[in-house]
């Protein structure tokens, strides 16, 4: 016994030093691990953000994603309009205390001048965000309507409907590139060093840039927005450049390749929705002028003389047009 208490007693120390050089030892392989990586790079956050980025996207989320970026779209929306009111509030103060300096006689009248257009760009501002913010719910209430078609089928995904978008601007330019006639007829067309044609390829290449892969590519609602706002100054820009190549006459180009079909296919679809919507108005209109001609029927069959109508009814009736069938 006492020589195993003694040869404890002289190598008590070697448990310890065992853990701590071992300690020391996975310390400076994790740290050499990390060297190996790129700056700001982690080991698991950044390997679960590129999992989490290379799977595709769900169909409920595919689904929703107009709606998602829309209801993100009215956020930023309101926040402009926040920041607008703070603005307008500033220079409000701004103009009442450059009017006490100036009656202080400490600033002259230029600058109170310069107070109240700063006022008055801010409340334009703030006018703008606040028609922002009309807009973006309209857009909001049309991303909930198309809800249900892109559910059963009946309409593209968003992301599929964007490409589409994306690639009939694309065919339109490539028929100025492509076709001889109309390089020859529309030179502007196919010239870089035209200024609108510039900004429609610095368009087209931020929107190349922000350009999902495929319509499985998982995106956020704010990369979604980003791709449709880049898509539309594309379009935007596109046909600025196309109307002075053209003497600003319409444009109409006639193609019979896969992206023109497209392109015809979105006129076609937004067009029937218009005339879905134009019906449903006259329908509701017809029935209410058909309801206001009963009411005043009966009033008249009880009176000697009919009484004169208020304000004249919509749609007024036309002789070119047959009378609204009763509902």
Do not use: C
């Not at 404890?8 to 740290?31: L, N, Q």
Request: net charge positive.
């Amino acid at each position: 016994m006492e020589p195993l208490l003694a040869l404890f007693a002289e190598w008590w120390w070697i448990g310890p030093a065992a853990a701590g050089a071992g300690t020391v030892g996975w310390v400076g392989v994790r740290r050499s691990r990390r060297r190996a990586l790129p700056s700001g790079v982690t080991t698991t956050a950044d390997r679960a953000v590129r999992v989490w980025a290379t799977r595709p996207m769900g169909k409920s989320a595919a689904r929703r994603l107009e709606v998602d970026a829309a209801v993100l779209d009215l956020q930023m929306a309101r926040n402009a309009v926040t920041r607008g009111r703070a603005d307008v509030k500033v220079a409000d103060a701004e103009v009442v205390r450059a009017q006490a300096e100036r009656a202080a006689s400490r600033v002259s009248n230029d600058v109170v001048s310069a107070a109240r257009a700063r006022l008055v760009d801010a409340q334009r501002d703030l006018r703008a965000a606040v028609a922002e913010v009309r807009a973006r719910r309209a857009g909001l209430k049309a991303a909930k309507a198309m809800l249900p078609a892109i559910r059963t089928g009946s309409a593209p995904l968003p992301v599929a409907r964007l490409l589409a978008e994306h690639d009939a601007i694309l065919a339109r330019w490539m028929a100025y590139e492509t076709d001889p006639a109309l390089a020859i007829d529309y030179p502007a067309m196919s010239d870089s060093r035209s200024p609108l044609l510039a900004d429609f390829l610095r368009a087209h290449e931020r929107a190349q840039w922000v350009r999902p892969a495929s319509v499985q590519t998982r995106l956020a609602p704010a990369d979604y927005l980003a791709y449709r706002d880049a898509v539309r100054r594309t379009a935007h820009a596109f046909d600025r450049a196309e109307r002075a190549a053209r003497g600003g006459t319409p444009p109409s180009i006639e193609g019979g390749d896969a992206w023109s079909r497209v392109a015809s296919d979105l006129a076609e679809t937004a067009q029937r929705a218009l005339a879905r919507s134009m019906e449903s108005m006259g329908r509701a209109a017809a029935r209410s002028w058909t309801e206001r001609g009963a009411k005043r029927a009966s009033k008249g069959a009880r009176a000697s003389t009919p009484p004169a109508p208020e304000r004249t009814p919509w749609p007024p009736p036309a002789r070119d047009r047959p009378q609204p069938p009763r509902p």
